[in-house]
């Protein structure tokens, strides 16, 4: 049996469980510490990743970086890199070839702070998307609810609180488009509705 085989029957062995997120220690800590580790290879951890439920068209995903749950979803062509924090209670979608630069985090619940008593009040959970051939930058934040349309940057450091168009720049806190980008031919020519 060779090292990735041995790998990944190891992680499926000791990491089986009827939970697929942080409620069950076994699967927290293959997704967040064994699979997570420098010492395992990137083909290595993306098979460990989709033995635990994860949906990964793309091994680029790099050390250190954590998971909620298996809720998530990695296109073709697309990479992690390292460091990447990903509160996926719900859904977390990243497109194909979307680059995802050191420290992002990805939040997808937040509380309601109407109750003056309680800001910290219900707790509410929303999904994140994506879209194809996107570039976050290092540090960026992209808060519950939010859907980055295809072909944005976004700026390191940036809070994404809303939706973003596609083709754009975004940047600041909270993220603001500050520039236009060229549209793909097939975009452009659907006058910004999104053509996948």
């Not at 029957?9 to 000791?14: K, Q």
């Not at 580790?37 to 680029?60: C, I, K, P, T």
């Amino acid at each position: 049996m060779n090292r990735f085989a041995l790998t990944v029957s190891a992680a499926r062995a000791v990491c089986g469980s009827s939970h697929t997120d942080v409620r069950s220690r076994s699967w927290a800590w293959c997704a967040n510490t064994l699979a997570a580790s420098a010492m395992v290879h990137e083909r290595d951890r993306a098979a460990m990743y989709r033995a635990l439920g994860m949906q990964l068209d793309s091994d680029r995903i790099k050390p250190g970086c954590f998971f909620q749950s298996a809720r998530f979803s990695l296109g073709r062509g697309a990479a992690l890199n390292y460091n990447c924090f990903v509160e996926n209670v719900e859904s977390v979608t990243i497109g194909e070839r979307t680059g995802v630069g050191f420290g992002v985090r990805i939040i997808t619940s937040s509380h309601d702070a109407s109750d003056p008593r309680e800001r910290a009040g219900r707790w509410w959970p929303h999904p994140v998307r994506v879209g194809n051939g996107c570039w976050i930058g290092v540090g960026a934040t992209i808060l519950p609810g939010v859907t980055i349309g295809d072909g944005c940057v976004i700026a390191a450091g940036a809070i994404v609180n809303r939706d973003c168009d596609p083709d754009g720049l975004y940047a600041g806190v909270p993220a603001v488009r500050v520039k236009d980008l060229p549209a793909p031919a097939d975009r452009a020519a659907a006058n910004g509705r999104l053509v996948v």
